[in-house]
């Protein structure tokens, strides 16, 4: 990759605090113009990586450089080449949108004579226009995000970090933020977003999978789901479901098997050979199989998969 292209170079990033790793030599870069996800559970260890790499938590060791700064030597330089949007609500609720704004184009030090344009120019992307003067308590919580993310970019940093962005936000404002998400990418910001919805991870060019603070796997959606699979996968439905997933850890040719919903994904070496098998083996132990097929893998089994196999919890049979 052309050094000009890319956005973020992490090289071997460790984070402890005390005796805890919070990141584990996590090594990735990130191109221009990507949308770059970050996918685990909560405590995994993306935040903090986020928190290095803008600039508020100085690494262990490693190195990383973001924008063309060290992140270690020149926090303050990174600081003013990105924009950055946490995980909690960060504007002020007792203030107007409009105040907000103004706000924070003063913290980004936003030229006085392009304040005005680059505000409006918020608004209209955020959805925002005419609602200014609301109070920002007032506003829904996808308002609020929207908002926040307005704010965030009102310098047009060429990186954006976004920090589980939508939690607690419904179903149809995530889908309105992401398509803001897709907006900027295409017009060459770097957006660099933790999540841990494994459906939103679906809107990222490339991922990184963490757990423990260890990257455990890293491609688009669809390498993912094609490469980290050690095996082909089954959709079971059955009853009980407590007494199947049990049953099932000790079945024939089972590498993996978990509840998802009100069925089980059973991971197998072949999909044709363990139909037939399992179906038997279930019905042999009194579960009652409604359904049994194969199914491509979700990045949830992909992590699952993932997962266990760092836990050592099953060994293929």
Not at 93 to 100: A, G, M, P, R, T
Not at 134 to 153: D, E, H, I, N, Y
Not at 233 to 244: D, K, Q, R, T, W
């Amino acid at each position: 990759m052309n050094t000009a292209d890319r956005s973020v170079l992490i090289d071997s990033l460790v984070k402890r605090f005390g005796d805890f790793t919070a990141v584990d030599h996590i090594s990735l870069e990130t191109r221009r113009g990507e949308i770059f996800g970050f996918l685990g559970p909560n405590g995994a260890g993306k935040s903090t990586t986020i928190r290095v790499l803008c600039g508020l938590l100085r690494p262990t060791s490693g190195r990383a450089t973001v924008a063309g700064f060290d992140v270690a030597r020149e926090p303050e330089s990174v600081r003013q080449h990105i924009g950055y949007m946490s995980q909690k609500f960060s504007l002020y609720n007792d203030l107007k949108v409009i105040e907000n704004l103004r706000l924070f184009a003063g913290l980004y030090n936003v030229p006085r004579d392009l304040v005005d344009e680059r505000i409006a120019w918020a608004l209209e992307m955020a959805n925002l226009k005419g609602k200014e003067a609301r109070m920002t308590g007032t506003l829904p919580s996808g308002w609020k995000q929207r908002l926040a993310l307005g704010c965030a970019v009102l310098h047009r940093p060429p990186i954006i970090f976004l920090d589980e962005p939508t939690s607690g936000v419904d179903p149809i404002s995530r889908r309105q933020f992401w398509d803001l998400i897709h907006q900027m990418a295409a017009e060459g910001v770097t957006v660099f977003v933790t999540t841990h919805y494994m459906e939103e991870a679906e809107y990222c060019n490339r991922l990184a999978m963490i757990y423990r603070g260890k990257m455990v796997a890293l491609g688009t959606p669809t390498e993912l789901k094609q490469k980290s699979m050690k095996g082909e996968l089954l959709l079971i439905e059955c009853e009980p479901l407590g007494v199947a997933v049990e049953t099932l850890q000790g079945g024939p040719g089972v590498l993996d098997a978990a509840v998802f919903g009100n069925a089980l994904h059973v991971l197998v070496p072949n999909a044709g050979v363990g139909t037939a098998q399992l179906q038997a083996y279930l019905v042999a132990h009194e579960v009652q199989v409604s359904k049994i097929e194969p199914i491509r893998p979700s990045l949830e089994d992909v992590f699952v998969a993932l997962t266990s196999e760092r836990e050592g919890r099953k060994e293929p049979v």
